[in-house]
């Protein structure tokens, strides 16, 4: 026979016949590793269940990448069980963060209901008409403050009052706008309550 010269391929084993004995040792040491690994995730992320499931994710993720053969596969699991921790609670906590800034409605919650979006129409209707009921100096600064965001002071300088006076209006604005949302008319379910 001739030798033929050998190429860079053919010095390394072949992958069909070392594949399986990587796989097997993954699982060996994994399987090993478990508990100590879910010990790690439980104490970050405070939850058995959500520790449970990152494990497997853990191991699906070293599955599915090709084996590189490491000295000390232990170590590396529990390290890289670590780091999953630390990006889960990274995740959660943007996911909150975003969560927070969100209106109900676009979070998907079903507590805002058809009943409440009701009332707070009629409340604003309320506070509309004891608005309109108010002195015409009392309601403009009202309004300058709330809808136009001046400040008192700048609300005195631009009509010619003292601050004390502005303040003054604006808590009898305020008592009012409180006084209507507060002197809600009875519900009609109350008034079929009576005998």
């Known amino acids: 026979m001739v030798d033929l010269p050998s190429s860079p391929e ?7 016949l070392t594949e399986p004995l990587q796989q097997d040792a993954f699982v060996r040491t994994f399987l090993a590793r478990r508990e100590q690994m879910e010990a790690v995730l439980r104490r970050r992320v405070g939850c058995r269940a959500t520790a449970a499931d990152l494990v ?10 090709p ?7 232990g170590s590396y699991l ?5 780091n999953l921790a630390i990006d889960h609670l990274r995740s959660e906590g943007a996911r909150t963060r975003n969560e927070a800034g969100l209106l109900p409605e676009q979070r998907g919650d079903s507590s805002v209901s058809l ?23 009392t309601r403009h600064i009202f309004l300058l403050n709330r809808i136009h965001g001046q400040t008192y002071g700048q609300i ?28 809600a008319p009875a519900a009609p ?7």
């Open 115 to 137: 009943d409440a979006a009701l009332e707070a129409g009629s409340d604003l209707r309320r506070v509309e008409a004891a608005l309109r009921g108010l002195p015409e100096r």
């Open 67 to 73: 084996g590189a053969p490491l000295e000390d596969l």
């Open 10 to 16: 053919s010095r390394q084993p072949d992958p069909s």
């Open 56 to 65: 497997q994710e853990l191991f699906l993720r070293f599955w599915r990448r």
């Open 189 to 195: 379910s109350q008034a079929s309550d009576a005998p």
């Open 78 to 82: 529990i390290r890289s069980a670590h």
């Open 156 to 183: 005195a300088r631009s009509m010619a009052l003292s601050q004390s006076s502005v303040e003054k209006h604006m808590m009898r604005a305020l008592q009012v706008c409180k006084a209507s949302v507060a002197e």
